[in-house]
C-alpha cells in the first residue's frame, strides 16, 4: 500500500511548538525513559532522529549519545539546527526519510518520533528505517491514531477521522490553515506499517507508571481523570491518541 501526498517542506515557518525548547525537553525525557529501559548501555551508540526540525530533540540525544545525526527535508529547520546546536557529537543535514542517505546497517537506534503522517509515503520510509538500522539495533517509534480524538499541531477534536475534502473544509472554517496534509493511520494500519519489525510496546506501560518514563506532562497520576483513563485504557487501546513502540528487526 502507498499514497502520494506532497512534501511539507516547511513545517517549522512559524511553528512554536518546533522551537518551544521546554516542550521538546519534556519529550526527550520520554524517549530516554524508554531508551533506558530498553537499552541499559546506550552510551555508545550511534543515532539517527528523523524529522530533526530545528534539532532541540537531536542535540539532547547528542548529550547522551556517541553520534547523533539530525536530518530534517525542511531546509529552513535544518539551517536553524545547525545555527543553534553545535557539538562534535551532533550533525545536521537536510535529506528524505524516503532515500536515507546511509549505508545498510549505519545505526544502532533510529528515532521516529511523530513522522510518519507527515511523509508522503510512509511504507517506503519504514523499508528504509529497516535498511539503514542494524541487525540487532532498534527504532524508537511514535505514532499518532487516525481515531485521536483531538489532533495536537491543530487543536481540533476528530480532524484526522475525516475525509480529506472535508478535513481541508474544516481547517478553513477554523481558519487553522487550507490543506489537511497529514495522513494518520488506525491501530491495524500501523502494525501493518511496520509488519517488518517485532513491536515491545510501551504504551499501557507509560499510562500505568507515567512518573517513571516522564510522562507527568500528560497524566497526573494524583487526578481522579487520570485514574479513569488508567482503568479503561486496556479496553479502549485501539483508541488510545498515541503509540510507542520500540521497534527491532525480525529475523
Not at 516547511?10 to 530498553?38: A, M, P, W, Y
Not at 556517541?66 to 543553534?84: C, E, F, L, P, R
Not at 477554523?174 to 504504551?203: A, P, Q
Request: glycine share 6%; aromatic share 12%; with cysteine.
Amino acid at each position: 500500500m502507498a499514497d502520494h501526498r506532497g512534501y511539507q517542506l516547511h513545517l517549522s515557518k512559524g511553528d512554536f511548538i518546533l522551537k518551544n525548547t521546554e516542550g521538546r525537553t519534556q519529550k526527550v525525557k520520554k524517549i530516554f525513559s524508554v531508551l533506558r529501559d530498553f537499552c541499559p548501555e546506550h552510551q555508545s551508540l550511534k543515532c539517527l532522529d528523523i524529522g530533526c526540525s530545528s534539532g532541540i530533540i537531536t542535540s539532547l540525544l547528542g548529550q547522551a549519545l556517541s553520534m547523533t545525526i539530525g536530518m530534517d527535508i525542511d531546509q529552513g529547520a535544518v539551517n536553524y539546527a545547525k545555527k543553534h546546536h553545535l557539538s562534535s557529537r551532533i550533525q545536521f543535514l537536510t535529506a528524505d526519510a524516503m532515500s536515507l542517505p546511509f549505508k545498510d546497517g549505519s545505526f544502532d537506534v533510529i528515532i521516529c518520533n511523530h513522522i510518519y503522517e507527515h511523509v508522503p509515503n510512509a511504507y517506503q520510509m519504514m523499508e528504509e528505517i529497516f535498511r539503514v538500522l542494524k541487525e540487532d539495533g532498534f527504532c524508537y517509534f511514535s505514532a499518532g491514531n487516525k481515531y485521536m480524538i483531538m489532533e495536537g499541531p491543530y487543536v481540533l477534536p476528530f480532524l484526522s477521522w475525516l475525509p480529506k475534502p472535508l478535513a481541508h473544509l474544516y481547517l478553513k472554517m477554523m481558519r487553522k490553515g487550507n490543506l489537511y496534509c497529514e495522513e494518520h493511520l488506525s491501530l491495524w494500519g500501523l502494525k501493518n506499517l511496520v509488519k517488518r519489525f517485532r513491536i515491545r510496546d510501551y504504551t499501557l506501560p507509560i499510562i500505568k507508571d507515567p512518573e517513571k518514563v516522564s510522562a507527568t506532562d500528560l497524566f497526573n497520576s494524583q487526578s481522579f481523570s487520570y485514574k479513569w483513563i488508567r482503568s479503561v485504557a486496556p479496553y479502549l487501546y485501539p483508541w488510545i491518541s498515541t503509540s510507542i513502540w520500540v521497534l527491532t528487526k525480525k529475523g
